[in-house]
DNA sequence: AGCGGAACGG
DNA sequence: CCGTTCCGCT
């Protein structure tokens, strides 16, 4: 049997996204690289059947509670062809885009993380420019 | 459960 | 760069 683990991508997208276009677009790249977790986890949000494992937490915009860690884990490692994912591991990926603005951690939730839409936008909108703590172009 | 340093690899 | 692996600390 085959390990499914080339390089598939593109869902379908024919359903009702309850999620802004822009969320899931296809990064902005020259060569294409590899799967991003924050897509990835957009990813299994955006599709019902996997509602059970992760899911938006009505109420606050972006904000997401991953019901089945062991299996969201599980999901991921088969993307990246990584068999010894685990929670630990994901969630320190997950960590280090609280740096990035990606993402941030909803203190007193279990298992709960929310999205900044603002940091989102702007690989798509690079125009918008919140430079924190990066070198001002001349522009 | 959650955090973040450190080494490492594609 | 973007994680992956490992781990000590809270």
């Known amino acids: ?15 009702g996204y309850h999620f802004p276009d822009w969320a899931y677009k296809t990064e902005s790249s020259p060569g294409s690289r590899q799967i991003q977790l924050w897509h990835f986890i957009l990813e299994l949000l955006q599709k019902e ?6 899911a938006w937490q009505q ?6 509670v ?12 088969r993307r990246k062809c990584k068999p ?15 740096n990035k603005r990606i993402l941030h951690k ?9 999205f900044n839409f603002n940091k989102l ?6 125009f918008i420019n919140i430079r924190p ?4 172009e001349t522009n």
């Open 133 to 136: 703590n990066g070198k001002q």
């Open 121 to 126: 936008v702007m690989p798509n909108y690079p």
């Open 49 to 54: 059947e996997f509602r059970h494992v992760i």
């Open 1 to 15: 049997m085959k390990t499914g683990c080339s390089i598939v991508e593109k869902p379908e997208g024919g359903g």
């Open 106 to 114: 909803t203190k007193g939730k279990r298992f709960t993380y929310k």
């Open 59 to 64: 109420g606050e915009y972006g904000e997401f």
């Open 66 to 77: 991953i019901k089945d860690p062991d299996e969201v884990a599980r999901l991921w490692g």
């Open 84 to 98: 010894q994912m685990n929670y630990d591991k994901l969630s320190r990926a997950l960590r280090y885009y609280y």
